[in-house]
């Protein structure tokens, strides 16, 4: 039973990192964004996400663990209530549906830029993939960002390794990058929180089956 537990839990935390990280489509660009040019002062903005996204995702599967909520919609008028969840719904549609369209011409773009193949091509295979992922909901879900982040987290810290052998340490930039900023790490780090939360509002309205015991949660 306990290993059954582990199991659901890894599949949680791996769906919750997945989502967050695939909203930025894995570019790193976000990192740089957000926290990067802030400088040392970034590692702070990122502990600060970071606290704060376990806070907010373990208060939302809570609320669907004792509300028995299993879809995204009864979710949102849960939270926002019945008439400002109808409205955010239809937002929710048409954020998905761009956020879709511009990740499948990213995939056409890799294909015709790194791969040199056809951009059409490229479109093609992350829709199919997409729709097989689809076709299997939560499981397939689930299996994908099980599967695909601890490979992501070995790449991350395999590149760092090898870049720091090959390139050496810098400290140059720990007064962050000198660019025109508006704002301050703080409000950086919010508003990271903030715009990768729409999804996993999402996402996390059809975790039910996984969440076994409240005790699982924190």
């Known amino acids: ?19 967050v990280i695939g909203a930025g489509f894995a570019s790193g660009r976000e990192i740089i964004e957000f926290f990067g040019v802030y400088g040392i002062k970034g590692i702070f903005g990122i ?18 663990f004792n509300n028995k909520i299993s879809g995204f919609e009864e979710l949102i008028c849960k939270i926002f209530g019945k008439k400002f969840g109808l409205i955010l719904d239809n937002i929710m549609t048409i954020f998905l549906y761009t956020g879709f369209s511009v990740m499948v011409a990213g995939s056409g773009a890799i294909f015709e830029e790194e791969l040199g193949l056809s951009f059409n091509l490229g479109i093609i295979v992350m829709i199919v993939l997409s729709f097989i992922v689809f076709l299997f909901s939560l499981e397939g879900f689930s299996f994908i960002s099980s599967l ?16 720091n052998i090959k ?21 950086s780090s919010l508003l990271y929180l903030g715009s990768n939360s729409l999804i996993i509002i999402i ?11 409240k005790k699982q949660l924190f």
């Open 47 to 64: 502990t600060i996400s970071g606290i704060l996204f376990s806070l907010i995702g373990g208060l939302l599967l809570l609320k669907i």
């Open 1 to 19: 039973m306990k290993k059954v537990i582990n199991r659901k839990w890894m599949k949680i935390a791996s769906i919750y990192v997945g989502t």
């Open 148 to 163: 695909l982040v601890p490979l992501l987290i070995i790449g991350i810290i395999f590149t760092s390794i090898y870049l």
């Open 167 to 187: 390139e050496g340490y810098y400290l140059s930039n720990i007064n962050g990058v000198n660019l025109t900023l508006k704002g301050n790490f703080l409000s």
């Open 203 to 213: 996402v996390f309205s059809s975790l039910l089956s996984l969440i076994d015991s």
